[in-house]
């Protein structure tokens, strides 16, 4: 496989992260955002503002700065937010645009090259990968805790319990591999 065929596969895999998290915060009203399983547990708040702080740190002058910027506060991320849910969203949107941006402008050649991260080199390959699991992570809680705050009213992201069967022979429809 190619550089381009790569940058063009993680692309996709991103997108796909954004959407199970699209589809599972539409499923919650924004006023149940803040709720916490624990004290030490994420919010989806919480989530949505760390993964946007990280996407614009990590993304912008992604081949040029280092991926911490210095005007972030990460601690920050976890603590309750006064901002609106509107001003939550801006950055959550904000957040994205940032990644696909950067990951736009990537080109195979590009992949071999040494960025930092908090001072660690990597190379963009290495770099693209830590936040796909990253990211991977942090999209599984905010799925989980939709799905809890959502109750009985969750519409399912992929195959319905009792499902496979029906989907693996044709009946349910929708793309194969789910």
Known sequence: MD???????VRGRFEELRRACDRSLAQVPPERWAF???????????????LSGNMRSRWTGFLATD?????????GEFEDTALTHEQLVARWEHGWSCLFGALDGLRDEDLARTITIRSLPLTVLEAIQRQLAHYGQHTGQVVMLAKHLAGPAWNTLSIPRGGSRPFNAGLMGGPPGR
Request: proline letters at 6%; a negative charge; hydrophobic letters at 25%.
């Open 3 to 9: 550089g381009n065929a790569y940058l063009q596969d």
């Open 36 to 50: 916490r399983l624990d004290p030490e547990s994420n919010s989806l708040d919480t989530l949505v503002l760390h």
């Open 67 to 75: 991926g911490e910027k210095p005007d972030r506060d990460r601690d």
